[in-house]
C-alpha cells in the first residue's frame, strides 16, 4: 500500500530595509492559510580608529553588535487583509576626527509588524544591534553588545514566536595587535580595529578572521600592513541548501607617518555588526572608517 504525502508549496516574499524608515504596508496572501514571518533587526555600527600625533598610541575602534532573528507563525485568518511593517536599518559607521577618539558607531533601529499603522501600538518586535565606540589613546572601543532577549509587546496575534540563531558582540579595538575575533552564532558582531602603539609600531598580522562554520568560508581580516580595510560581512538567507544567516565586518588596520590612513572597517552583513576602524598617528593622519551595521530583513512565507 502506498501512502500519499502532499506536497505543500511554499512561497515567499522579502523586504528590505527603505532609506526612509516609514511604516509600510502589504496586502495579505488571499491564498494564505498559514503565514510565518521572519523578523532581522539592523546590526550596529563600528566604530572610527583614533587619530593621533606620531609617537601618541592610535587603538582601532570596536566592531559593531549584530542583531539576531525572531519568527512567528499565525493562521492567516488571524490577521487582516493589510499588515503594516518597518525593516530595519544598520547603524551608521564611526566617523573619524584628526587629532581626536574615533567616532562612536550608531546602533541599528529594529523590524517590525503591526496590524496597525500606528507604531508602538501592538507592535510585533525584533531587536536590533547596538553600536562601537572608537578607539583612544589608551585603549580600544567598547564594542556593541550581545542582545540578552527578544523584546516584543502583546500583538493581539494568535500564533507561536521564537528567537531565532544567536547574536553575538563586537570586538574591542586595540593598537599594534590584532583584535580578537567577535564570536559567530548565526550572525556576528564586527571584528575590532588594529593600531599603532607609542612606539610607531604596527602589527605584522592581519585583523582577526571571523571563523564560521564548516559549510561557509571564513571571512578574513584586513591584509597585513598599514592601512589595510576590513572586508565586508556577508549572508545567507534565500539558499536552500543554508539556514539564515549573516556574518559582521572585520576590522581596519593600523597606519603611521604623515599623512596615514587608518583601514576602514568592513559592512556588516544583514543584520549584522560593522567592523572597526584602524587608528593612525603621525602629522594630519586620520583613523579609519568604521564599517555600516547590516540592515534588517522581513520576510514572509505561507502555504
Do not use: H
Amino acid at each position: 500500500m502506498s501512502i500519499n504525502s502532499p506536497i505543500l508549496r511554499q512561497k515567499r516574499m522579502v523586504f528590505y530595509a527603505s532609506g526612509s524608515g516609514n511604516i509600510q504596508s502589504f496586502i495579505k496572501p488571499p491564498e494564505a492559510k498559514i503565514i510565518t514571518f521572519v523578523l532581522l533587526g539592523g546590526g550596529g555600527g563600528g566604530a572610527a580608529g583614533r587619530s593621533s600625533a606620531l609617537s601618541t598610541a592610535a587603538f582601532g575602534g570596536a566592531g559593531g553588535g549584530s542583531a539576531f532573528p525572531i519568527t512567528f507563525t499565525v493562521p492567516a485568518c488571524a490577521l487582516p487583509d493589510v499588515i503594516y511593517y518597518r525593516v530595519g536599518q544598520g547603524g551608521v559607521n564611526g566617523v573619524p576626527t584628526a587629532g581626536t577618539n574615533g567616532g562612536s558607531g550608531g546602533s541599528g533601529t529594529a523590524t517590525l509588524i503591526n496590524i496597525f499603522q500606528t507604531p508602538g501600538t501592538g507592535d510585533f518586535v525584533s531587536p536590533s544591534g547596538t553600536g562601537a565606540t572608537g578607539g583612544t589613546t589608551s585603549a580600544g572601543g567598547t564594542p556593541g553588545a550581545t542582545i540578552a532577549a527578544v523584546s516584543n509587546r502583546a500583538t493581539g496575534f494568535l500564533g507561536l514566536n521564537s528567537p531565532g540563531g544567536g547574536s553575538s558582540s563586537g570586538t574591542a579595538g586595540t593598537a599594534n595587535t590584532a583584535a580578537t575575533a567577535p564570536t559567530w552564532d548565526c550572525f556576528s558582531g564586527g571584528g575590532g580595529g588594529s593600531g599603532v602603539d607609542a612606539a610607531n609600531s604596527i602589527t605584522t598580522s592581519s585583523t582577526a578572521t571571523i571563523v564560521l562554520d564548516t559549510f561557509v568560508p571564513n571571512l578574513p581580516g584586513a591584509a597585513a600592513g598599514s592601512s589595510a580595510s576590513g572586508n565586508r560581512g556577508y549572508s545567507y538567507f534565500l539558499d536552500s541548501n543554508s539556514p539564515l544567516w549573516g556574518c559582521g565586518g572585520t576590522g581596519g588596520a593600523g597606519a603611521t607617518g604623515t599623512n596615514s590612513r587608518g583601514g576602514n572597517g568592513g559592512d556588516g552583513g544583514f543584520g549584522c555588526g560593522g567592523g572597526g576602524g584602524g587608528g593612525a598617528n603621525g602629522t594630519s593622519s586620520l583613523g579609519g572608517f568604521g564599517g555600516k551595521g547590516g540592515d534588517g530583513l522581513l520576510i514572509v512565507e505561507w502555504i
